[in-house]
Structures are given as C-alpha cells and as structure tokens.
C-alpha cells in the first residue's frame, strides 16, 4: 500500500486555475497507475484523470467533462501526481480526491485501494 497526502485546492472564479498536488509515501513512478476522483454531495465519485505507463509510454487518460482543460502529470520530485485545472467552470466545484492502484509493464490492475484525504475545490460563477 501507499499513503497519499494532498495539497492544494480552494476557492476560485469561473475561468481561473488551479492545482491539485498528491505526494505518495514511496517510490510509484514504474509500479502505480495515479489518478484523481471527484465527488460532490449525492453523487458518486467519479474519476477525473488518470495515469497509466511510464517515461515514453505514459498514458493520459480523462473523463470528457475536463478533456483539454485538466492536466494530470507524475510529480517525481514527491512520487506523487498533480492535477492542473484551468479554465474552471461551476460544474467543477468538489471533493477532490487522489487514488492510486497497482501497474505492472505499464498496465493497471486491481482497484483502488489507495486514497488521499480529499481536497474541497469551489467554483464561482
């Protein structure tokens, strides 16, 4: 298992940016598919981004909602993962949550198991 911290987050108009930060406790570059959930009262959570591979096999994966404004990225520096959002919309207000699950040769397997604290992002329109 990895303990997940994260950091960031807050309170933002419509248009602007911001960027979630997740630092994992061990090493997870070429073992962990990272990803990032979000969840708002009532609803179930649902995955934002993830990440699957490494180095030049990296893979990106998003949901449509924030396809081409969401960034999700392996911060090596912390073995964790960074969510940058830009162009924020209303519809983005959530618990925002980082998640990681077993890869081996690139691929995911398993659920995960793994999960920060959560982060609250809120966005005025």
């Known amino acids: 298992h990895v303990q997940l911290r994260q950091s960031g987050g807050g309170s933002v108009q419509a248009g602007g940016s911001l960027r979630l930060s997740c630092a994992a406790s061990k090493y997870t570059y070429s073992s962990y598919c990272l990803a990032w959930f979000r969840q708002t009262p009532g609803k179930e959570r649902e995955e934002v981004a993830h990440i699957e591979g490494y180095g030049v096999s990296s893979r990106e994966i998003y949901a449509n909602s924030v396809k081409g404004r969401f960034t999700i990225s392996r911060d090596n520096a912390n073995n964790g993962v960074s969510l940058q959002m830009t162009d924020l919309k209303s519809e983005d207000t959530a618990m925002y949550y980082c998640?990681?699950?077993?890869?081996?040769?690139?691929?995911?397997?398993?659920?995960?198991?793994?999960w920060g604290q959560g982060t609250q992002v809120t966005v005025s329109s």
């Open positions: 998640a990681a699950r077993p890869m081996s040769g690139g691929n995911c397997y398993g659920d995960y198991n793994d």
